[in-house]
């Protein structure tokens, strides 16, 4: 049986079963700036760990302070929990001597998970030297990680077209890349649209969709914004006239996720990657709900 009806079948068993007993979860967090949103890490981290998931993942900043802060939470939260920590690492600003550096550090102290990006830059005329596929390159010369990349259901915000960021996919997949987390989006087609397209390129890897329970709508609006995301208009008139009511937002926000990842998991999905923004209540009532 070639990949491509074996990989179809996986789906088609995977509608049949019970999505209480066939789903599974991983979550990711960002180094806090100051003690008090430290201590809300922790107890989310804490409470998170409960709930048993496959990996934290641990967002990495631009600069040289906040990427220690990623160094330094990464090694805590994997020693703490003894769950698979993933640090993310980006090209932007670094020379492959420091990356290679870092890197060998993460080995070295039992992280072997890295979720491989370029990074973002605020500077238009910025020219980038490395791309997320040199890093995977790089990573792989050093010793045998398993790295996570990103993917774009609704397009990268500086891509041409759809078939460019598939053939770029595939490239890091080809270079040693385990998995895809795919950016936060509401469009369950614009996700199973992706992942057939990933299917005919011979993109032989999961394709993880990422979840962002929403909180608050107008922080959603911002984000879309800056990564190309689009919101659908139903869910404009469902926030409407709730801006001063961030409790009712976290209701409506959970249904939301509740009911894709219920959909996704219809559709073969097995596993989910929440962007907590270092809040358990919301992610942890979800996945409560879900029975994991």
């Not at 249904?255 to 962007?275: C, P, Q, R, T, W």
Request: proline share 3%.
């Amino acid at each position: 049986m070639n990949f491509f009806s074996e990989y179809h079948q996986d789906i088609m068993n995977q509608k049949l079963e019970n999505i209480r007993n066939s789903i599974h979860c991983s979550f990711e967090f960002f180094p806090p700036k100051n003690s008090s949103l430290e201590e809300n890490l922790w107890s989310s981290v804490k409470r998170l760990s409960k709930l048993k998931p496959k990996f934290f993942s641990v967002t990495y900043g631009a600069n040289s302070g906040e990427r220690e802060k990623t160094y330094d939470i990464v090694n805590k939260i994997y020693k703490k929990t003894g769950i698979i920590t993933a640090a993310h690492l980006t090209c932007i600003d670094s020379t492959p001597a420091e990356l290679k550096k870092i890197a060998e550090n993460y080995w070295n102290n039992g992280i072997k998970s890295i979720v491989a990006l370029r990074g973002d830059t605020s500077k238009k005329d910025y020219k980038h030297n490395m791309y997320a596929l040199d890093l995977v390159v790089l990573l792989k010369k050093i010793a045998n990680f398993d790295i996570s990349v990103a993917a774009y259901p609704e397009l990268h915000p500086e891509s041409k077209s759809s078939k460019l960021d598939i053939l770029n996919l595939k490239k890091k997949i080809d270079a040693g890349a385990n998995r895809a987390i795919t950016q936060f989006f509401f469009n369950i087609e614009s996700y199973l649209r992706f992942r057939e397209n990933c299917i005919k390129n011979r993109i032989n890897v999961e394709i993880i969709p990422g979840i962002l329970p929403i909180c608050n709508f107008k922080q959603l609006q911002r984000f879309s914004k800056m990564t190309n995301i689009k919101i659908p208009q139903w869910m404009f008139e469902m926030f409407n006239g709730l801006d001063n009511d961030l409790v009712t937002q976290k209701i409506i926000g959970s249904s939301i996720a509740i009911d894709m990842v219920k959909k996704l998991s219809f559709e073969g999905v097995k596993n989910f990657h929440f962007y907590t923004l270092n809040q358990s209540d919301i992610t942890y009532a979800i996945c409560h709900i879900l029975g994991l």
